[in-house]
């Protein structure tokens, strides 16, 4: 079992080495290096020497990356092009308030999912599973900012109910955000209970179709107590790893919904950044990224091996 | 002579599964709808450079932010345009780039996954940590680092987005061959000393091709969502191209007033990436393939 968990960990380790490789190598494939994209055409004489000495793209590549490879395990990305701010600084404030808008996306979205999964699965093909169904596929298949446009023009501009936007800076404080991240959480819980809840629908299916179940029919065990203490438990099991996925995946949608609603996010620095062409600022955030896929993914794997006796035994899975 | 007729024959039986399958997806209301959606939005990207009535980049201070008439059915957008007539030339690039897209990501998954599936070992755990990595880095992160550097053509957005929604076909195409590779068939055909190649061609891929073609039928409808999130950006194709994505992020500052210019292409877009869902979902329901516990990698 340890062994298990430390190969898990492992795994997601290597993955993200990889990762670091992939970012370092593209940026140094792909056309320009940081500081001509930077300075653009102002790339030439003292400017563009500065610029050189400072990221040290004077000494060659290997051993820029291992430089790089080594601060970032500290947990130091260097140095912000536009801002010439260290980009620790930079990004503490957009984690911060990336995380309360997923967050609460979240713990609204996956009780919801659930509660709409069962709703659907019990009453399959009839009304409430055709309303609900219809719905969940409507909200899962609009791209994000179809969905948040909407929802400003609806809300925000024929009804007046919330501001459209959010105008506040990326410093602002927990309860400053509250208020303002109303929209944006319909937003992306959106879309995100629509997936979970389908997954959950027909993982609820899929079991009442088993034979322990109609065991459990046949048993007389009333209709309640086989579905949530037979069912349930065996339902929501695998509903932990696409949970995880559709969190994960959700990471590149929020980058859409934080530029429609102007929120200092993570997402809207990935904008900003590339925008400006920061390119170090570009290769922190994938990295950051990723780790956050990575650790998620690792949470779930991992939840999933001590709530599941059976797999305990198991190999692990591929 | 013989030879012909037989190939006639398996054409004749191809082209009746084709229409069987069709036949299929049609029978239930969900499959029929969107079947009629991507037809009709087919036909409208071919058709529609005949029947706009106005020019879609012309320019002009007189007709700013009319509201919906007789003359502009949906109104005019902020620089005068007719929004009709570009919305209904906003599909064909995204169509187009998206398809084509897709085409490539079948391929190139589609082979990779299925030869890692074969050979296994060394090479396919490798192959796989490197997908794995690729997957961890969020799509929109390295299209738009990618099209940023390299520039919004066609040229450059066919590849890469083919490149991105590849790499999850990988392991769809990968779990499919894993699950014919012990078949006695397949070992039969070991026994029998054919290559690597032929087994391939002859003994996985058509036991393989359904999942996969069911997988980027889905992935179509993604890299659709893909493309124009670019588009909305900034980052898709370049004005005055009539795009969906680029005419909701324009007229967006406007809606509190001009709604009409934002609506046509909500609606236009929506519609087709539900109906592209819906005949994926339906595809994969006649083939017999569940689709409903994937999550969305």
């Known amino acids: 079992m340890l062994l298990l968990i430390l190969k898990r960990i492992g795994l997601g380790l290597i993955t993200l080495f990889i990762v670091s490789l992939i970012t370092f190598v593209g940026v140094e494939v792909l056309p320009g290096d940081a500081c001509t994209t930077y300075l653009e055409r102002e790339a030439y004489g003292t400017a563009l020497d500065a610029c050189i000495k400072r990221l040290g793209l004077d000494i060659p590549a290997y051993e820029r990356y291992l430089d790089w490879a080594s601060n970032v395990v500290r947990g130091d990305f260097g140095y912000s092009l536009s801002g010439e701010m260290p980009i620790n600084e930079v990004l503490g404030p957009r984690v911060k308030n990336s995380l309360v808008l997923a967050s609460v996306s979240i713990l609204i979205g996956i009780p919801l999912a659930i509660v709409l999964g069962i709703i659907t699965a019990l009453w399959r093909d009839k009304l409430p599973d055709i309303m609900i169904s219809t719905i969940t596929i409507f909200s899962m298949t609009i791209p994000e900012f179809i969905s948040a446009t909407l929802l400003i023009l609806i809300v925000a501009i024929w009804l007046g109910w919330l501001p459209g936007i959010v105008i506040i800076p990326s410093d602002a404080t927990f309860y400053e955000l509250l208020s303002n991240i109303i929209l944006p959480v319909v937003a992306i819980s959106m879309i995100m209970t629509a997936h979970m809840a389908r997954m959950v629908r027909s993982s609820v299916i899929q079991v009442m179709a088993s034979d322990y179940v109609q065991m459990a029919i046949l048993k007389g065990v009333p209709y309640w107590k086989m579905v949530f203490r037979h069912v349930l438990p065996n339902a929501l099991l695998p509903a932990i790893n696409v949970v995880a996925l559709t969190i994960a995946w959700l990471l590149g949608g929020v980058v859409v919904t934080e530029v429609v609603f102007n929120y200092p996010g993570l997402g809207r620095l990935v904008i900003e950044s590339i925008s400006n062409r920061d390119l170090p600022v570009v290769q922190a955030l994938a990295i950051i990224l990723a780790s956050i896929y990575v650790g998620i993914n690792l949470i779930a794997d991992l939840m999933t091996l001590m709530l599941n006796p059976r797999l305990k035994s198991l190999q692990i899975r591929k | ?297």
């Open chain 2, 1 to 297: 002579m013989e030879n012909n007729l037989i190939t006639e024959d398996k054409q004749k039986n191809k082209l009746e599964k084709a229409f069987e399958i069709l036949k299929t997806m049609a029978s239930k209301p969900s499959g029929l709808i969107g079947l009629t959606i991507v037809l009709f939005h087919v036909v409208l990207a071919l058709t529609s450079p005949y029947i706009a009535p106005y020019d879609y980049k012309a320019i002009s201070p007189n007709t700013m932010l009319l509201a919906p008439s007789a003359e502009h059915w949906f109104g005019t957008d902020s620089l005068g345009r007719d929004v009709f007539t570009r919305t209904i030339l906003g599909g064909r690039t995204a169509l187009t780039v998206t398809f084509f897209g897709s085409l490539i990501a079948l391929l190139w998954g589609g082979l990779l996954g299925i030869f890692c599936g074969l050979v296994g070992g060394k090479i396919d755990d490798v192959v796989m940590r490197v997908v794995d990595a690729f997957l961890s880095i969020p799509w929109i992160l390295a299209m738009l680092l990618i099209v940023s550097l390299l520039g919004t053509s066609t040229e450059v957005l066919i590849p890469a987005l083919g490149f991105f929604y590849g790499k999850g076909i990988v392991r769809v195409a990968r779990a499919a061959t894993h699950d014919v590779i012990a078949k006695d068939f397949i070992v039969s055909a070991r026994a029998r000393g054919h290559s690597n190649m032929s087994i391939i061609w002859n003994e996985i891929i058509p036991n393989v091709r359904d999942a996969i073609l069911v997988e980027g039928a889905m992935r179509w409808s993604w890299m659709l969502l893909g493309f124009s999130s670019l588009s909305f950006l900034g980052f898709g194709v370049s004005p005055p191209t009539p795009d969906w994505g680029l005419m909701i992020s324009n007229a967006r500052g406007l809606m509190s007033f001009a709604y009409w210019s934002v609506i046509a292409p909500i609606v236009g877009l929506s519609s087709l990436i539900i109906g592209i869902n819906l005949t994926a979902d339906a595809f994969a329901k006649a083939l017999g393939i569940d689709r409903s516990t994937k999550a969305p990698v």
